[in-house]
């Protein structure tokens, strides 16, 4: 079992900053691959960043490239992500997820799931 706390969202404005933090606990978090998703109320959830659990390897949701950064720091078992230059579009609940050893571009791939923190970002 591995169990992800999400922290560090909240209201901002567009344009503005927030920085996203996933606490991981169980397994050995650094055979994890991580992601991070979101869903906006009435929508799908949809894939925002994914970090590799070997290399790093980062990739992006081509509405985020640019402006938000996923990082992860295994000593600490946490994944990050950093949202910049927010619109308003980027309002949702932000879910970490994570799978073992395998790449997690889509939400059912994922072995586990965080309860989700919520950005809500005024226009």
């Known amino acids: 079992q591995v169990q992800l706390v999400e922290s560090g969202g909240g209201l901002v404005q567009a344009g503005g900053s927030l920085r996203l933090s996933c606490a991981a606990s169980g397994r050995t978090f650094s055979n994890y691959h991580m992601g991070w998703f979101r869903q906006a109320p009435g929508k799908e959830r949809e894939f925002v960043a994914g970090i590799s659990w070997n290399f790093g390897i980062t990739y992006y949701a081509d509405s985020v490239k640019g402006r938000f950064t996923i990082s992860r720091d295994n000593a600490k078992n946490t994944a990050y992500l950093q949202m910049s230059s927010l619109k308003a579009e980027d309002t949702a609940v932000y879910y970490c997820?994570?799978?073992?050893?395998?790449?997690?571009?889509?939400?059912?791939?994922?072995?586990?799931w965080g309860q989700g923190t919520q950005v809500i970002v005024s226009s």
């Open positions: 997820a994570a799978a073992y050893r395998k790449v997690l571009r889509e939400w059912t791939e994922a072995d586990y």
